[in-house]
């Protein structure tokens, strides 16, 4: 039996959020103001066939396909809100699902690390696909169980306060963002990503693998 275990739809890329996905992504490029829908399943392998029951469905494009031997993620976008929409409910027929039967995110930690250490920005710069993280900034770091929720958190971060998006993971067995700025506009970020993280409803989960 598939698992629905992410199901997030974004109604408008923020440019920051858009051009990580762009720039990390082996598909096509989504652009800022596009609407995007994260897909998580379990099994992994389910991802593939649900993607292109999706692509066939409409006119969207893929950015991100992910298979593991567990969880499988995809992003499709599109600037037809609509197509998005549709291919979101292709999705669901063909795994005879629905919206609410994904899981429910948790915030499963986060931690504010204020005036970070030079040389500790430039490891976390090492592993980065976003922005670089500046000396004597904020760092924000957000957990969520399951991954892929951890996109709308970004994407709401963005749109609420002027953060600095370093990295987001949204594949694997938690997703994981960084953001840095100012401590002012950190800390408006941040509740913007919990908030947006509590909103989403689903079923309940144990967040051992189920």
Partial sequence: ?????????????????????????????????????????????????????????????????????????????????????????????YLGLKQEDRLKPKVVATQIIRRISPYQSQLINKGRDGSMLL???TLYIMETDPAAYVTIAANEAEKSSDVTLVEVRPVGRFGRLYLGGEERDIMVGSEAAIKAIEAITGKEHGGKGE
């Fill in 1 to 93: 039996m598939v698992q629905l275990r992410s199901f997030v739809f974004i109604d408008s890329l923020q440019p920051q959020l858009a051009s990580f996905v762009a720039s990390a992504a082996k598909g096509f490029m989504p652009v800022a103001g596009m609407a995007s829908l994260y897909v998580e399943v379990a099994p992994g392998m389910e991802i593939i066939r649900a993607l292109d029951v999706a692509l066939k469905a409409t006119s969207c494009r893929p950015a991100v396909q992910v298979v593991e031997r567990a969880y499988g993620v995809l992003e499709i976008h599109s600037e037809d809100k609509g197509q998005v929409i549709n291919a979101g409910k292709a999705i669901l027929d």
């Fill in 135 to 137: 000396g004597e900034q």
